[in-house]
């Protein structure tokens, strides 16, 4: 459990953050628009990024502001492209990182390479280099080399970014299969993947903290407000203008299906039951909720 | 020497220029009487050579900032990145021994001594500078290019125009004195340059936000 408390960070007078706070546990994914904070408040959980104000609190340990070190220890980031070492091979890549890490003893090094290139479904491109690899070998590389120093906390910027369909769903698995006995941060713009990955989500925007809960939690908070109407091709630019459209279903040839958010009920709209992505931009327009205040599920 | 042969691997093609110039200027010494051409000689190793030296200390950071690196190994990386300096600048110093070792052979009136340490002075400072031109601008290209420009500029003007320390000479016109005060500020101009790195390549937020 991680316990993130009033965080705020200013950069160059603008307030990238503003009292964020967060209760962090499983596999935890944070979601919000592009310039919502989402890669600073990344950078403060790595202990890449001091803050200004608030507090950090790792189980029962207490991290505050400038107190990086400590932090780090228990760590492991994957940022969203990992692209290291092109021109050296897989082990060549993992075993220079392990001694940076401080791995020092050969033997051990080797073993405990050996392990994670196992975990990670990767011995077999031992010695392929780094630059051949696929997308999501060298997402699982990035995991590999994070896996080095079995840190409880992985934190994970955009796990399925720039990957096809079937190493979407393998890393997926990977990342499901161990989070057993770790917690797992996921950032990410794309709700979809945090739906099936995460067990519990925070969104933010503008550097604020909208809403914390399930995805099912997150789901309901759009409750009411999602419809769907049936409608020629010709009208959709007058329904855009109108309406928040979530998602567009040709039923035939003149006949679309349209999915939309709105407060009120359209004409002859009949209500859906919401699901994650609803919820999520109900909450981003700031539907049903205060202001200021942040939805507590 | 694992770790060196795993960087130059890694610096692939880049790591040889120095080499390929060291082999060239050493086969012009060898080649061209250096009783006609000792000041050509001279400049052509400050301004062609020298500047070299930082194109190693530049290229060991490429992998931070070029590879997205960054993020992941700058917990680690600061202590890492001081020892191989000293490995890359003193590969390029037993090179610029050599270099040095064959124009004072050729040349009665230049003592090798004298000719190192204030060639072994601008390589300090220009690596040093370069290394700290690369991490504070998180750019390889940048940071060549200041390099270059600086070079390029007290070539054309002689260093005499601009109003910024000058490192080169371009005349035998230096005393035993004028050179060990050289060393010795460079000395602690590199060191405060290789402090400088250590203290930004430890800190992510300068550009990133």
Same mark, same amino acid.
């Given at each position: 459990?991680?316990?993130?408390?009033?965080?705020?960070?200013?950069?160059?007078?603008?307030?990238?953050?503003?009292?964020?706070?967060?209760?962090?546990?499983?596999?935890?994914?944070?979601?919000?628009?592009?310039?919502?904070? $989402?890669?600073?408040?990344? =950078? /403060?959980?790595?202990? #890449?990024?001091? &803050? %200004?104000?608030? *507090?950090?609190?790792?189980?029962?340990?207490?991290?505050?502001?400038?107190?990086?070190?400590?932090?780090?220890?228990?760590?492991?980031?994957?940022?969203?492209?990992?692209?290291?070492?092109?021109?050296?091979?897989?082990?060549?890549?993992?075993?220079?990182?392990?001694?940076?890490?401080?791995?020092?003893?050969? $033997?051990?090094?080797?073993? =405990? /390479?050996?392990?994670? #290139?196992?975990? &990670? %479904?990767?011995? *077999?491109?031992?010695?392929?280099?780094?630059?051949?690899?696929?997308?999501?070998?060298?997402?699982?590389?990035?995991?590999?080399?994070?896996?080095?120093?079995?840190?409880?906390?992985?934190?994970?910027?955009?796990?399925?970014?720039?990957?096809?369909?079937?190493?979407?769903?393998?890393?997926?698995?990977?990342?499901?299969?161990?989070?057993?006995?770790?917690?797992?941060?996921?950032?990410?713009?794309?709700?979809?993947?945090?739906?099936?990955?995460?067990?519990?989500?925070?969104?933010?925007?503008?550097?604020?903290?909208?809403?914390?809960?399930?995805?099912?939690?997150?789901?309901?908070?759009?409750?009411?407000?999602?419809?769907?109407?049936?409608?020629?091709?010709?009208?959709?630019?007058?329904?855009?203008?109108?309406?928040?459209?979530?998602?567009?279903?040709?039923?035939?040839?003149?006949?679309?299906?349209?999915?939309?958010?709105?407060?009120?009920?359209?004409?002859?709209?009949?209500?859906?039951?919401?699901?994650?992505?609803?919820?999520?931009?109900?909450?981003?327009?700031?539907?049903?909720?205060?202001?200021?205040?942040?939805?507590?599920? | 020497?694992?770790?060196?042969?795993?960087?130059?691997?890694?610096?692939?093609?880049?790591?040889?220029?120095?080499?390929?110039?060291?082999?060239?200027?050493?086969?012009?010494?060898?080649?061209?009487?250096?009783?006609?051409?000792?000041?050509?000689?001279?400049?052509?190793?400050?301004?062609?050579?020298?500047?070299?030296?930082?194109?190693?200390?530049?290229?060991?950071?490429?992998?931070?900032?070029?590879?997205?690196?960054?993020?992941?190994?700058?917990?680690?990386?600061?202590?890492?990145?001081?020892?191989?300096?000293?490995?890359?600048?003193?590969?390029?110093?037993?090179?610029?021994?050599?270099?040095?070792?064959?124009?004072?052979?050729?040349?009665?009136?230049?003592?090798?001594?004298?000719?190192?340490?204030?060639?072994?002075?601008?390589?300090?400072?220009?690596?040093?500078?370069?290394?700290?031109?690369?991490?504070?601008?998180?750019?390889?290209?940048t940071s060549l290019m200041a390099i270059i420009m600086y070079v390029a500029t007290e070539l054309i003007t002689l260093g005499d125009l601009f109003p910024w320390p000058h490192i080169f000479y371009f005349a035998f016109n230096f005393t035993v004195e004028e050179i060990s005060t050289f060393g010795i500020v460079s000395l602690f101009v590199s060191a405060a340059f290789l402090i400088f790195s250590f203290f930004f390549v430890k800190r992510i937020e300068r550009h990133i936000i």
């Open positions: 459990m991680i316990q993130v408390r009033n965080l705020t960070k200013s950069y160059k007078y603008k307030k990238i953050l503003s009292e964020a706070t967060l209760n962090i546990e499983g596999i935890y994914g944070l979601i919000g628009p592009n310039g919502a904070g $989402k890669t600073t408040l990344m =950078r /403060i959980l790595a202990g #890449l990024v001091s &803050v %200004n104000e608030g *507090e950090i609190l790792v189980e029962s340990d207490k991290f505050q502001s400038k107190d990086l070190k400590s932090v780090r220890n228990n760590i492991g980031y994957l940022p969203q492209d990992f692209n290291m070492y092109p021109k050296a091979t897989v082990f060549e890549c993992l075993e220079h990182i392990a001694i940076l890490k401080g791995l020092k003893d050969r $033997k051990e090094r080797r073993n =405990r /390479i050996e392990q994670v #290139l196992e975990q &990670v %479904n990767l011995l *077999e491109a031992t010695k392929q280099k780094v630059h051949k690899l696929s997308g999501g070998m060298r997402k699982r590389l990035g995991i590999a080399q994070v896996f080095l120093t079995d840190p409880g906390i992985l934190i994970i910027d955009e796990p399925t970014a720039g990957l096809d369909i079937f190493e979407r769903i393998r890393f997926r698995n990977l990342l499901r299969e161990i989070s057993k006995d770790k917690t797992i941060i996921i950032f990410s713009h794309i709700v979809e993947d945090v739906e099936f990955l995460c067990t519990k989500l925070g969104i933010i925007k503008e550097g604020k903290v909208l809403a914390e809960g399930t995805p099912s939690e997150i789901a309901q908070t759009s409750s009411g407000l999602v419809w769907e109407i049936q409608a020629h091709p010709d009208h959709l630019p007058e329904i855009f203008k109108q309406y928040t459209v979530i998602d567009i279903k040709q039923q035939d040839y003149n006949l679309l299906d349209i999915r939309i958010l709105s407060e009120q009920k359209p004409n002859k709209a009949t209500p859906l039951k919401p699901t994650l992505i609803d919820g999520y931009l109900s909450i981003i327009n700031g539907w049903g909720i205060e202001k200021d205040e942040p939805i507590k599920i | 020497m694992n770790q060196l042969k795993f960087e130059i691997k890694n610096m692939g093609f880049h790591f040889y220029l120095p080499i390929i110039v060291f082999l060239f200027v050493s086969i012009l010494l060898i080649m061209l009487p250096t009783e006609q051409y000792e000041i050509q000689f001279f400049i052509l190793l400050q301004v062609l050579f020298i500047p070299l030296s930082a194109w190693w200390s530049i290229f060991l950071v490429y992998e931070l900032y070029h590879h997205q690196a960054e993020e992941i190994l700058i917990q680690f990386y600061s202590h890492k990145l001081l020892i191989n300096y000293v490995k890359f600048v003193s590969i390029f110093l037993l090179m610029l021994l050599v270099t040095v070792t064959l124009l004072g052979v050729k040349s009665a009136e230049l003592n090798i001594g004298e000719l190192f340490i204030l060639l072994t002075s601008q390589v300090l400072v220009i690596s040093s500078f370069g290394l700290l031109l690369a991490i504070f601008f998180k750019s390889v290209e």
